[in-house]
């Protein structure tokens, strides 16, 4: 499984983005996936993830803000970010596991994206 994420750039401070994360297999049935970030000199923290099943959990300071979907049928998952703050400038990774679990740290993925950069300024 390969994944490509896209979709990011530099925008002003409560706009919107999408990011998109296309897989080169058929993840929809048997992998569970996520979109993680990281910014400068942190850590990589999960944002949001999504099992196969539609089951989904956003980070706290995401909630309400953020929307993950995923459209089986064209391999490929988004992230819709509305009122974009500084504090979610990162660069952003999509991440496939096979199977079902509850996974939220970044070790219990094995399919990572290339990663997206987001840069929110006022």
């Known amino acids: 499984v390969q994944l490509q994420a896209f979709g990011g750039g530099s925008v002003q401070t409560g706009g919107p983005l999408r990011l998109s994360c296309t897989t080169s297999g058929r993840t929809g049935l048997n992998y569970a996936m996520a979109w993680f970030r990281q910014a400068p000199g942190r850590e990589r923290e999960i944002v949001v993830r999504i099992t196969s099943r539609g089951y989904i959990e956003y980070t706290n300071s995401v909630k309400g803000r953020f929307t993950i979907s995923r459209d089986n049928a064209k391999n490929t998952l988004y992230l819709q970010m509305n009122r974009l703050q500084s504090e979610d400038t990162a660069i952003y990774y999509c991440?496939?596991?096979?199977?079902?679990?509850?996974?939220?740290?970044?070790?219990?993925?094995?399919?990572w994206g290339q990663g997206t950069e987001v840069t929110v300024s006022s």
């Open positions: 991440a496939a596991t096979r199977g079902d679990g509850i996974y939220t740290r970044v070790g219990s993925y094995g399919y």
